[in-house]
């Protein structure tokens, strides 16, 4: 089943292209798009987990609903800096910020998890992030406005959120955990943005677009879920650095954008640290 993690991949990327398309509409802002979208995630997820809603008894200790809700917390506000710079970047501007999570998620996995420090793995992980982020960053990545701030600051909260979720992710199913989580994050966002709902009275296509989003992004966080709790942070991480790869060619194909030499050479690099992490972990 190590090919989840590269479906993963291929929905993350996808769903970062139709995101960004629809918030390129003026009638959309990332305020009241956060709320929109966690209404679809919900909206998906409540059918499934009907069926897929395993919760252990040790979920329900004081420590463990500390760590969900600092989950909840953070993930809230890497949401609303992540659509924050996402709603005024292009795409080519966008991902070479947002390359960062990898590395980030790597580096507190390193330091927190004792079991997370494969040596081989870890090393072919840093190479693949420093090959992508030096792939992508031009001189003006360098100089910061609130839009790449938001961006940095975004990344950085992922990750914190991904890693603080491998302390409890086995204690739950893993669309279940996910249902929570948005469950809790849409309740919090239509108290704070109180968006107008009027819009998709007018726009039903833009509705089902939205409703699609939703299931992407509940598929792709299973699969990440799934991942960690199977192979761990950085290998399932890794794994997952081909997104940025795709998103490529994907931003290629839908929005025109052509990839650099330097891209190019970054995505056989990368493509390259994956097949030997999983040959060195007998997985291919």
Not at 33 to 38: D, Q
Not at 75 to 103: G, T
Not at 217 to 223: G, H, L, M, T
Request: contains cysteine; positive net charge.
């Amino acid at each position: 089943m190590v090919y989840l993690p590269l479906l993963g991949a291929v929905l993350e990327a996808f769903g970062t292209i139709l995101e960004k398309n629809v918030l390129k509409r003026r009638d959309i802002t990332f305020r009241n798009y956060i709320v929109f979208s966690f209404l679809a995630i919900v909206l998906v997820l409540l059918p499934v987990v009907y069926f897929f809603h395993t919760v252990q008894p040790e979920a329900f200790f004081a420590k463990n609903i500390g760590i969900f809700i600092f989950i909840v917390l953070v993930s809230i506000v890497a949401n609303v800096l992540i659509l924050y710079s996402l709603k005024r970047e292009s795409i080519s501007e966008f991902e070479p910020i947002w390359l960062m999570q990898p590395l980030f998620t790597i580096l507190l996995a390193f330091v927190f998890y004792q079991d997370e420090r494969q040596w081989e793995v870890i090393a072919l992980a840093l190479i693949a992030s420093i090959s992508l982020v030096a792939a992508h960053v031009k001189r003006h990545h360098l100089t910061m406005d609130r839009y790449m701030v938001a961006a940095y600051l975004g990344s950085f909260l992922f990750a914190v959120e991904l890693v603080a979720s491998k302390t409890i992710i086995s204690l739950y199913n893993p669309f279940f955990f996910y249902f929570l989580r948005c469950l809790c994050i849409f309740a919090l966002a239509i108290i704070i943005f109180r968006p107008s709902f009027k819009i998709f009275g007018r726009e039903q296509k833009l509705s089902l677009l939205i409703i699609g989003i939703g299931v992407l992004w509940a598929v792709y966080r299973a699969i990440v879920y799934y991942g960690y709790d199977i192979y761990g942070v950085v290998t399932t991480t890794l794994l997952f650095m081909l997104s940025p790869v795709l998103m490529l060619i994907f931003a290629a194909f839908f929005l025109g954008e052509r990839p650099t030499a330097r891209q190019i050479i970054s995505t056989a690099i990368i493509t390259l640290c994956v097949i030997i992490a999983l040959v060195l972990q007998n997985y291919l």
